[in-house]
């Protein structure tokens, strides 16, 4: 176990003013408390004001996507993209089992069941290769919607997510969804500044949604948004977040259940101050990945790196130990000397609400899921 000590070392050195450190703080290090006083000065902290249409418009800008629209949160963004595609009553929706507990609990908002298909060991997200074995075994088409043989319900939409910002092979997805009439959503939550062949994850699918939750690379306090690139659905997606109103000067008339999903302006204050420091975020992390790839190699344990043809944003750093056994002492090791780490999350399918869901075979999630631990990688601040 002493073995680790250097590692531990390493880590504090790297954080001197964070004891313990943390597996992932915010930085304010820009126009956050003057947007915020803007803010608070304008009256307009609730849910419409000039920081919410700014961040909208440089986010859409940011990741090359015709529209963005802010919400609550990520988890609010996934429920609503989930309708936009059409995701109803009894439908299915295709989803990794290793992922972050949202994903998972978006489709069941819709009344929906998820159904589990294997990640790439080189990716930690959805497998290309198994969800095509799986559809072809499983699934048939009918009256250009995708059946799934062994329960006779639709399968709507696939919902593959980027797992710590490292992109999955989301071109082979979309050619697959394509070719099963599935309607492809992206849970990009994890993966802002994250790129699969040059193009920004989130905007491969008809819609992706990202996260600002008070952990993630950029943040709001709480929040998220919805890209797109379909006039209609953004329309829709603004539509449905408030609270589906007819224009009218004084009357209040709604034509469809709303949500009220918006982000309250002062979030979007403080986000837009964040969205200003997004590259430099994403430099330093490039450079702590650097870092954390040299020291792992001289301790012959296995980091993660970016998969093939992307550039991830490295939001959360990992490393994967040789087993169980390792993965357990590597996290008693560090934790109990003021190095925050954490095993990556249990399978959804294991969980009580999930373990009766249709699966394929999980050998590459199971295999991660015993091995994966994540590591500090808060930005480095000098
Ligand atoms: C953070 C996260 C979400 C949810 O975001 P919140 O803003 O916390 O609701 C959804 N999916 C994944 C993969 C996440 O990591």
Same mark, same amino acid.
């Given at each position: 176990m002493s073995e680790y000590f250097e590692i531990i070392d390493f880590i504090k050195s790297i954080?001197?003013?964070?004891?313990?450190?943390?597996?992932? &703080?915010?930085?304010?290090?820009?126009?956050?408390?003057?947007?915020?006083?803007?803010?608070?000065d304008? %009256?307009?902290?609730?849910?419409?004001?000039?920081?919410?249409?700014?961040?909208?418009?440089?986010?859409?800008?940011?990741?090359?996507?015709?529209?963005?629209?802010?919400?609550?949160?990520?988890?609010?963004?996934?429920?609503?993209?989930?309708?936009?595609?059409g995701v109803q009553n009894d439908d299915e929706v295709i989803t990794q089992p290793l992922t972050f507990i949202a994903t998972v609990n978006s489709i069941t908002y819709c009344g929906a069941r998820p159904v589990f298909i294997d990640v790439?060991?080189?990716?930690?997200?959805?497998?290309?290769?198994?969800?095509?074995?799986?559809?072809?075994?499983?699934?048939?088409?009918?009256?250009?919607?995708?059946?799934?043989?062994? %329960?006779?319900?639709?399968?709507?939409?696939?919902?593959?997510?980027?797992?710590?910002?490292?992109?999955?092979?989301?071109?082979?997805?979309?050619?697959?969804?394509?070719?099963?009439?599935?309607?492809?959503?992206?849970?990009?939550?994890?993966?802002?500044?994250?790129?699969?062949?040059?193009?920004?994850?989130?905007?491969?699918?008809?819609v992706g949604i990202f996260s600002f939750n008070g952990n993630k690379i950029i943040t709001s306090g709480g929040g998220g948004a919805i890209v797109t690139n379909d006039e209609l659905l953004a329309k829709k997606a603004k539509y449905i977040t408030t609270t589906a109103k007819i224009p009218h000067k004084w009357e209040f008339v709604h034509d469809e259940v709303g949500y009220n999903y918006r982000m309250p302006n002062i979030n979007a204050a403080l986000l837009c101050a964040q969205l200003e420091n997004l590259e430099k975020f994403l430099e330093s992390k490039r450079k702590l990945a650097g870092l954390y790839s040299k020291l792992f190699r001289s301790h012959n344990m296995k980091f993660f790196n970016e998969p093939a043809?992307?550039?991830?944003?490295?939001?959360?750093?990992?490393?994967?130990?040789?087993?169980?056994?390792?993965?357990?002492?590597?996290?008693?090791? %560090?934790?109990?000397?003021?190095?925050m780490t954490r095993p990556i999350w249990k399978l959804m399918n294991k969980l009580e609400m999930f373990?009766?869901?249709?699966?394929?075979?999980?050998?590459? &999630?199971?295999?991660?899921?015993?091995r994966v631990v994540n590591i500090p990688s808060s930005v480095i601040v000098k």
């Open positions: 954080y001197p003013d964070e004891n313990p450190v943390p597996l992932h &703080a915010p930085r304010f290090l820009g126009n956050e408390k003057k947007y915020l006083n803007e803010c608070v304008s %009256t307009f902290v609730s849910s419409v004001g000039a920081f919410v249409d700014l961040f909208e418009k440089e986010f859409a800008k940011y990741v090359g996507a015709k529209y963005a629209v802010a919400v609550v949160n990520g988890t609010a963004a996934l429920h609503v993209v989930l309708k936009l595609a790439d060991t080189e990716t930690m997200g959805l497998s290309p290769d198994a969800l095509q074995k799986f559809l072809l075994n499983n699934c048939r088409i009918e009256n250009k919607t995708c059946i799934n043989k062994s %329960t006779g319900k639709k399968i709507k939409a696939c919902l593959p997510m980027h797992t710590f910002g490292h992109p999955v092979r989301i071109d082979r997805i979309k050619d697959i969804c394509d070719e099963w009439n599935i309607t492809l959503v992206e849970d990009a939550a994890e993966s802002l500044g994250s790129y699969y062949n040059n193009n920004h994850t989130g905007t491969f699918g008809k043809n992307a550039k991830s944003n490295y939001w959360l750093n990992s490393v994967i130990l040789n087993d169980r056994i390792r993965r357990d002492e590597f996290l008693e090791s %560090t934790n109990n000397n003021g190095v373990k009766d869901c249709q699966a394929g075979e999980l050998k590459n &999630a199971l295999w991660l899921a015993e």
